[in-house]
């Protein structure tokens, strides 16, 4: 089993900067990928951005350029740099963790509110 506990989360104003933490505990081992989501009210939830056991990143098109995925394997921490925020990035960004082998299996944390005024 995984916990994940999300934090950095607040009210920004558009141009601002946050950086979100997961911090992930129990079975972290093989091959896994860590990242995050985001849902906005009355949208889908969509992903942000993600890192895999070998650092290998992939990023949602909107925030490319903005957002850098990183992760602290010691740790086992993700973190998502957020730069530029703008008004649409508001959402509830979600911590996930995927485990790929031996099986797989996700993990969602809580949920950390990001709100960017304009």
């Known amino acids: 089993q995984v916990q994940l506990v999300e934090s950095g989360g607040g009210l920004v104003q558009a141009g601002g900067s946050l950086r979100l933490s997961c911090a992930a505990s129990g079975s972290i081992f093989g091959i896994n990928t860590m990242g995050w989501y985001r849902q906005a009210p009355g949208k889908q939830r969509e992903l942000v951005a993600v890192i895999s056991t070998v650092g290998s990143t992939n990023y949602a098109d909107s925030v490319k350029g903005r957002f850098t995925i990183s992760r602290d394997y010691a740790k086992n921490t993700v973190y998502l740099q957020m730069n530029s925020l703008k008004p649409e990035d508001t959402a509830v960004y979600y911590c996930?963790?995927?485990?790929?082998?031996?099986?797989?299996?996700?993990?969602w944390g809580q949920g950390t509110q990001v709100t960017v005024s304009s």
């Open positions: 996930r963790y995927e485990n790929i082998l031996p099986r797989r299996e996700a993990y």
